[in-house]
């Protein structure tokens, strides 16, 4: 496998994908110090109720956590401290725009190494109702009985 391709997941969003629908993904790098590219090597990170902002032409990263490196002197990072996502200029417009227009959010989907870079799959995501929420549940449950059902047809005795 090849640096570039060699994706290594740190840790993922799972909540996102119930709380909002997912309308786009947008790939970008993340800004970090030296005791935090180690705290994420080590998988130490949460992204549970972290969101992306833009401002003054640049995105930042907000609530995610990394924790301090064991390691690391006494002058370790701030666990929640915010960071700078790197994407392009025509990216930033493009998702400003979106985000002012329609009220969009900007989530972050999953954290991950590509090669020796730390990514963050971005997501522009709208909210959920609760009642979309529910029938989210129902389909799976409903998705679940038919692969039971068929699981067990397949067996003849």
Same mark, same amino acid.
């Given at each position: 496998?090849?640096?570039?391709?060699?994706?290594?997941?740190?840790?993922?969003?799972?909540?996102?994908?119930?709380?909002?629908?997912?309308?786009?993904?947008?790939?970008?790098?993340?800004?970090?110090?030296?005791?935090?590219?180690?705290?994420?090597?080590?998988?130490?990170?949460?992204?549970?109720?972290?969101?992306?902002?833009?401002?003054?032409?640049?995105?930042?990263?907000?609530?995610?956590?990394?924790?301090?490196? =064991?390691? &690391?002197?006494?002058? %370790?990072?701030?666990?929640?401290?915010? /960071?700078?996502?790197?994407?392009? $200029?025509?990216?930033? #417009?493009?998702?400003?725009?979106?985000?002012?227009?329609?009220?969009?959010?900007?989530?972050?989907?999953?954290?991950?190494?590509?090669?020796?870079?730390?990514?963050? =799959?971005? &997501?522009?995501?709208? %909210?959920?109702?609760?009642?979309?929420? /529910?029938?989210?549940?129902?389909? $799976?449950?409903?998705? #679940?009985?038919?692969?039971?059902?068929?699981?067990?047809?397949?067996?003849?005795?």
């Amino acid at each position: 496998m090849s640096p570039e391709t060699d994706v290594r997941p740190v840790c993922t969003n799972r909540k996102a994908r119930y709380l909002y629908f997912i309308l786009e993904t947008v790939e970008a790098g993340i800004a970090l110090v030296g005791s935090e590219v180690k705290s994420l090597r080590a998988g130490a990170a949460n992204i549970r109720d972290s969101y992306a902002s833009v401002e003054r032409g640049e995105v930042f990263l907000h609530h995610m956590h990394i924790s301090p490196y =064991e390691q &690391a002197t006494h002058f %370790g990072h701030d666990p929640l401290r915010t /960071r700078k996502l790197l994407l392009n $200029r025509s990216e930033i #417009r493009r998702l400003t725009g979106k985000v002012n227009e329609r009220g969009l959010t900007v989530v972050p989907l999953s954290v991950y190494f590509k090669g020796k870079h730390a990514k963050v =799959e971005l &997501a522009l995501v709208k %909210g959920k109702k609760q009642y979309d929420k /529910r029938a989210a549940i129902a389909r $799976r449950e409903q998705d #679940r009985e038919i692969q039971r059902a068929v699981k067990g047809r397949g067996h003849v005795e």
